[in-house]
């Protein structure tokens, strides 16, 4: 049975926060990285290796995790990983080698991978009971909290050290979790609406098994999950380089490249529900993706700074809503087991595109490999096209 009004906005609530904290923390790390190669003295390539442990622990606990939603719950792994992520945040400055680094970001990749999982498969449940798609608000207050996150850890870098900066972020992970989880604790994962199929006797509150056909389905998805993230990756680590080094942008132009995407796919998130409503799933793929594969081309080729900027955020607006629509289909079809495949392979694509740019531009140019971004746009706006009658069950 579908809980009642009242519960079911407790649960989004409860859910939005875990997002946002979920950000929150992570950008805080991330804003803090050079400070921790310098406390290590590790060489760039020594700090990649390192880095690689939060990669690999949250593939692996990713595939793990599906398994470990379907026999403890969604809601209780939701909980135990973000006490794992708000821990583990504090132990990188403890680190005086980039092989201790690389073990401690093992374990805080491994309480990342298994809360966004586990996180996605409670807001996929939450979506069915809803009959609403509002999955980009949550990949929305993930944004915003990276975005306080980043803000944050920028204005404190000159105050405090790494250390106290991170066991702050422990310290407000910690009581964010205590009072948010022990709602979501409550809360009993909701069912399907009475009215839909899924509530019947015959079919059960079940997702579909995971036959060869729905794996088929599922890692389709998460294919347009890989597209976007490759997108973020890519425009994460390489848009400030293009400005700087193409368009002759000063390094702080440079740096509000990268801002003004972010700010854009956060935009796009939050105004994802209402575009969802309108346009439907697929319209909403095949117009992301095309629209996001225009905006790079402008943003890969265009021969001023601010033509350049503008392509940033048409591709933000364009990618926004791909990777929770992606996400949120996988889990309709397999439960937390499609999300774990589709969110492995999202993170995939994140992980391909930084390196996979470099190579590119090592081989033609810089320019030319962020085009690469608009081919897989375009691919994910493709894939959109074709999976529509499954798209819009």
């Not at 374990?107 to 966004?116: D, E, K, P, Q, W």
């Amino acid at each position: 049975m579908p809980g009642t009004t009242t519960d079911l906005t407790r649960l989004r609530t409860a859910l939005t926060v875990f997002f946002a904290l979920d950000g929150f923390i992570f950008a805080g790390w991330v804003v803090r990285i050079p400070a921790i190669k310098q406390q290590t003295g590790a060489s760039a390539s020594a700090l990649g290796l390192a880095l690689l442990g939060v990669s690999a622990g949250a593939v692996i606990t990713m595939i793990l995790t599906g398994r470990l939603c379907r026999r403890y719950g969604n809601h209780q792994v939701t909980v135990v990983c973000a006490v794992l992520l708000s821990l583990s945040v504090a132990l990188p400055p403890l680190t005086h080698s980039a092989l201790t680094l690389g073990a401690v970001l093992l374990l805080f990749g491994s309480a990342y991978g298994g809360i966004n999982v586990a996180f996605n498969s409670a807001a996929v449940d939450l979506v069915r009971a809803l009959q609403r798609p509002i999955m980009p608000s949550f990949h929305a207050a993930f944004s915003l909290g990276g975005m306080i996150g980043a803000g944050l850890g920028g204005l404190v870098a000159g105050a405090l050290s790494p250390t106290r900066h991170l066991l702050g972020l422990t310290v407000i992970g910690l009581v964010v979790t205590a009072l948010t989880g022990r709602t979501l604790l409550r809360l009993r994962p909701p069912g399907p609406p009475e009215n839909s199929p899924a509530s019947s006797p015959k079919e059960g509150t079940r997702p579909r098994r995971l036959n060869s056909r729905t794996r088929g389905l599922v890692i389709t998805f998460g294919l347009i999950a890989l597209c976007t993230a490759y997108g973020e990756g890519a425009l994460a680590d390489w848009s400030a380089l293009h400005l700087e080094q193409d368009l002759d942008a000063t390094p702080g132009a440079a740096a509000v490249g990268y801002s003004c995407f972010a700010l854009a796919m956060t935009i796009g998130r939050l105004t994802g529900t209402r575009l969802l409503e309108r346009l439907g799933r697929t319209r909403t793929l095949v117009y992301g993706g095309t629209t996001a594969a225009v905006g790079m081309l402008l943003g890969a080729l265009a021969p001023s700074l601010w033509a350049a900027l503008l392509g940033f955020v048409i591709t933000g607006l364009g990618l926004a809503n791909l990777f929770p629509v992606a996400v949120e289909r996988a889990g309709a079809l397999a439960g937390s087991d499609g999300v774990a495949i589709a969110s492995t392979l999202g993170y995939g694509g994140m992980l391909l595109g930084p390196p996979a740019i470099g190579f590119m531009a090592d081989w033609f140019s810089l320019p030319a490999a962020l085009t690469s971004v608009a081919v897989l746009a375009a691919t994910a706006a493709v894939i959109g096209f074709v999976t529509r009658r499954t798209a819009e069950r």
